[in-house]
């Protein structure tokens, strides 16, 4: 049995944790020797074993957090208990460390994945590596990275942000979405987030998969409809399909959730919206943009002054060509055949598309 645990850890993480979309943690269950090719079991560990544990399972969050999992004692007293008597805080500090050490993160003969070192006079905490605590955001940021140096060295990079847009299927840490020590690493997730989108659109546009591209694009937005970005860049697709009433049905979807949180779409999106409204298209300048047939220029910016042009840079930092926004006629119209559900105090939490 010693053997066979011991090749399971070194081919295989001790645990998982997932923190896009709904928190889970996973053990590996000792098992025979696998075949080749033969994938690891996974047991998920009971949500009644660790949600009664707050300040443990706050600790750990606040470790995945942070750069290198690692947070020094006072650090993780301030971000977890700043308002508390430092000896109080102290104390619970010590006993959700223990309950982490004793229970969440065992992991049979190897020990914890919670380690407690001193540097420089003071008690550092630190979780276990990738290899051994493997987490969904860390492999997120692991792929495009990856991505990032496939492309810069003439590879195609499709295949790493497709696997990275598989991992990227919910909120980062959704229970804890207003937590301050949360908002750093939130926003670094959720940039990575958007660079796999834009540029898998893109690449999908090239190819001519029109149809992958706008299920990304529906996608995002139906995960958060007030994502402006997204939902310009799905405006132009459909009115390039023929399809303006459908643009403007989400225009006015995403208009009417914004007023639900007193804001208003931007001045670009608006501009845009009135352009389709009034019957006109947006068109590269001297090429058109096509939805399917032709191979598909980047757009991933618009400037709402006709005879404009304005460089820009894609999500992976490559300057690519001037764009112009111009206006042609739409040929036609085609009603939507999407559906809405009415708009009830939308929750950040929740999709506001309704799911097919």
Not at 16 to 37: D, K, M, Q, S, W
Not at 47 to 57: C, I
Not at 69 to 79: K, Y
Not at 229 to 243: N, P
Request: charged share 25%.
């Amino acid at each position: 049995m010693h053997s066979t645990i011991e090749h399971d850890s070194a081919e295989h993480p001790w645990m998982r944790i997932t923190t896009l979309g709904e928190f889970a943690v996973e053990r590996l269950v000792p098992a025979p020797l696998l075949a080749a090719n033969e994938p690891p079991r996974y047991e998920l560990v009971a949500r009644n074993e660790w949600s009664s544990r707050g300040p443990a399972m706050a600790l750990l969050k606040v470790l995945l957090c942070r750069p290198n999992r690692r947070a020094s004692r006072d650090e993780l007293l301030e971000a977890i208990w700043p308002d508390h008597e430092e000896l109080n805080a102290a104390h619970a500090l010590d006993s959700a460390a223990s309950v982490l050490r004793r229970h969440i993160l065992r992991t049979g003969e190897v020990g914890s994945l919670l380690l407690t070192l001193r540097s420089g006079g003071e008690t550092v905490f630190k979780l276990a590596g990738q290899q051994h605590l493997w987490v969904d955001a860390d492999a997120l940021l692991s792929l495009v990275s990856r991505a990032v140096r496939a492309e810069c060295q003439g590879q195609n990079p499709l295949p790493l942000l497709e696997e990275a847009c598989a991992l990227a299927g919910g909120e980062f840490l959704e229970d804890d979405l207003y937590a301050a020590w949360a908002q750093p690493r939130r926003h670094t997730i959720n940039g990575a987030r958007h660079r796999v989108l834009f540029k898998l659109v893109d690449l999908y546009l090239e190819d001519e998969l029109v149809g992958l591209a706008e299920e990304l694009l529906f996608a995002a937005l139906e995960e958060d409809p007030a994502d402006e970005d997204a939902l310009c860049r799905l405006m132009v697709m459909l009115v390039e399909q023929e399809r303006r009433q459908e643009a403007l049905q989400l225009y006015q979807y995403t208009e009417d959730v914004l007023q639900e949180e007193q804001a208003e779409p931007a001045v670009y999106t608006h501009e845009l919206a009135r352009r389709i409204r009034q019957g006109l298209v947006l068109r590269e300048r001297g090429e058109r943009y096509p939805a399917v047939g032709e191979r598909t220029p980047t757009l991933t910016m618009w400037d709402v002054q006709p005879g404009q042009g304005k460089e820009h840079w894609d999500g992976f930092g490559m300057k690519q060509a001037r764009l112009a926004i111009v206006a042609a006629p739409c040929r036609s119209q085609t009603a939507s055949s999407y559906q809405y559900r009415p708009l009830c105090h939308r929750s950040r939490r929740q999709p506001a598309f309704p799911r097919s």
